[in-house]
């Protein structure tokens, strides 16, 4: 065969690759040496294209957009001003309809809503990366729960080297928000890496981190349980009903029996954001022995009125008797937009009357993982010690 012949079949392979999946050589997004990053899109027959991104001063509960600019070759394009290191999320919009960056391969799910993701390094966002340290271990796991009276999925982050230790570790329980699973944490809170970076830096104690499905109906994330393919909910049913708090000993006690974990209350901690920490602050008072470090992320406070479980009872008198026994760490962090910042201020009145002792982190933004990524690799650093 001819060197023409062989360059001819080659190019039609690349083509009918390209054309087989719908790639593209375009490159978007580039993030540029001065941190501000190139967004570009081929579609020479669009209207109007435009990018949204959570950068951009945000218009009521969702992030800002600016329009692309079309070229002649029918790319549109748009160059970011100087990004700060995050990681940052983005959509596009073609002609109104909301849609993924075609060029960028990597996205999250948060409730029903894809986003395509980048990271800018440098400074808080090299917690975020993959970086060249050792690595714990993310794995997938089901476990029954009477309470509930279904077999559910559970995430679970073991520290590195756990599978060649006979060590036993202290257990973080960290819970998601509404709309979440158990994929949350680590989908876009970024816990493992967060995890594996600062114990590689010396700055947390190695511990198991466990990621357990707040929502009591479902066995497993939307596509990963029983239940199917089905569109996620903000708030499902018996979202906080009490009843996750009661069950909750069931995760602990298959945690307990299948890993090697320390079970005594000083080498316990629980959090949680938004949801996660309303579930955080009554599990940890509901059983006021078990727990020496509660953190507390953006946390919906107040008990549900809407509701008359036994684990809503008598609320200052729990959190009285939590105090009286004593903790290690009762750490609370909130945005300054939050839109719960009310509630925790009214919270703290309440903690403060009792003279009940906590930590408070007060950031800039809103109900945001930024926010409470920055939380989590701030709360760990002050377990277990």
Same mark, same amino acid.
């Given at each position: 065969?001819?060197?023409?012949?062989? *360059?001819?079949?080659?190019?039609?392979?690349?083509?009918?690759?390209?054309?087989? !999946?719908?790639?593209?050589?375009?490159?978007?997004?580039?993030?540029?040496?001065?941190?501000?990053?190139?967004?570009?899109? &081929?579609?020479?027959?669009?209207?109007?294209?435009?990018?949204?991104?959570?950068? *951009?001063?945000?218009?009521?509960?969702?992030?800002?957009?600016?329009?692309?600019?079309?070229?002649?070759?029918? $790319?549109?394009?748009?160059?970011?001003?100087?990004?700060?290191?995050?990681?940052?999320?983005?959509?596009?919009?073609?002609?109104?309809?909301?849609?993924?960056?075609?060029?960028?391969?990597?996205?999250?799910?948060? $409730?029903?809503? =894809?986003?395509?993701?980048? $990271?800018?390094?440098?400074?808080?966002?090299?917690?975020?990366?993959?970086?060249?340290?050792?690595?714990?271990?993310?794995?997938?796991?089901? +476990?029954?729960?009477?309470?509930?009276?279904?077999?559910?999925?559970?995430?679970? +982050?073991?520290?590195?080297?756990?599978?060649?230790?006979?060590?036993?570790?202290?257990?973080? +329980?960290?819970?998601?928000?509404?709309?979440?699973?158990?994929?949350? !944490? #680590?989908?876009?809170?970024?816990?493992?890496?967060?995890?594996?970076?600062? #114990?590689?830096?010396?700055?947390?104690?190695? *511990?198991?981190?466990? *990621?357990?499905?707040?929502?009591?109906?479902?066995?497993?994330?939307?596509?990963?349980?029983?239940?199917?393919?089905?569109?996620?909910?903000?708030?499902?049913?018996?979202?906080?009903?009490?009843?996750?708090?009661?069950?909750?000993?069931?995760?602990?006690?298959?945690?307990?029996?299948?890993?090697?974990?320390?079970?005594?209350?000083?080498?316990?901690?629980?959090?949680? =954001?938004?949801?996660?920490?309303?579930?955080?602050?009554?599990?940890?008072?509901?059983?006021? &022995?078990?727990?020496?470090?509660?953190?507390?992320?953006?946390?919906?406070?107040?008990?549900?009125?809407?509701?008359?479980?036994?684990?809503?009872?008598?609320?200052?008198?729990?959190?009285?008797?939590?105090?009286?026994?004593?903790?290690?760490? /009762?750490?609370?962090?909130?945005?300054?937009?939050?839109?719960? +910042?009310?509630?925790?201020?009214?919270?703290?009145?309440?903690?403060?009357?009792?003279?009940?002792?906590?930590?408070?982190? &007060?950031?800039?933004?809103?109900?945001? !993982?930024?926010? !409470?990524?920055? /939380?989590?690799?701030?709360?760990?650093?002050?377990?277990?010690?």
């Amino acid at each position: 065969m001819t060197t023409l012949a062989i *360059m001819a079949l080659a190019e039609m392979h690349m083509s009918a690759q390209q054309a087989l !999946w719908g790639g593209s050589d375009t490159n978007s997004p580039e993030i540029n040496e001065d941190r501000s990053v190139t967004f570009r899109l &081929e579609a020479p027959d669009a209207r109007e294209v435009k990018i949204s991104g959570d950068w *951009m001063p945000p218009e009521g509960w969702v992030p800002g957009s600016v329009a692309l600019s079309k070229g002649e070759d029918g $790319i549109w394009s748009h160059t970011s001003g100087v990004l700060e290191p995050e990681l940052y999320g983005y959509s596009l919009t073609i002609d109104g309809v909301r849609t993924l960056d075609p060029n960028n391969p990597f996205a999250s799910r948060d $409730i029903s809503t =894809l986003t395509n993701l980048f $990271i800018i390094g440098g400074g808080q966002a090299d917690l975020y990366k993959v970086n060249d340290v050792p690595h714990g271990s993310v794995t997938r796991r089901w +476990y029954d729960s009477p309470g509930n009276g279904m077999e559910r999925r559970i995430t679970i +982050y073991t520290p590195p080297g756990y599978e060649t230790s006979v060590e036993s570790y202290p257990v973080l +329980y960290l819970l998601h928000g509404a709309g979440g699973d158990e994929e949350a !944490w #680590i989908s876009l809170g970024r816990a493992a890496q967060i995890m594996d970076n600062l #114990i590689a830096g010396g700055k947390a104690e190695p *511990m198991i981190v466990v *990621m357990p499905n707040g929502n009591v109906i479902q066995d497993a994330a939307p596509g990963e349980g029983s239940m199917g393919y089905y569109k996620p909910q903000f708030m499902v049913p018996r979202t906080m009903d009490g009843t996750y708090e009661e069950t909750f000993t069931d995760v602990m006690k298959f945690v307990e029996a299948g890993y090697r974990v320390k079970t005594d209350k000083s080498h316990r901690a629980i959090a949680g =954001l938004s949801m996660g920490g309303f579930h955080a602050l009554h599990i940890s008072r509901y059983y006021p &022995e078990t727990f020496d470090y509660i953190g507390l992320f953006s946390a919906a406070i107040l008990p549900n009125q809407n509701v008359t479980s036994k684990v809503y009872n008598d609320f200052d008198g729990t959190l009285r008797r939590q105090m009286e026994n004593g903790y290690q760490l /009762y750490w609370i962090g909130i945005g300054k937009t939050d839109f719960l +910042y009310k509630n925790v201020v009214e919270y703290r009145e309440k903690l403060d009357g009792m003279g009940m002792p906590y930590t408070y982190r &007060e950031s800039e933004g809103g109900h945001i !993982w930024k926010n !409470w990524r920055v /939380y989590l690799s701030e709360f760990v650093p002050q377990l277990f010690h």
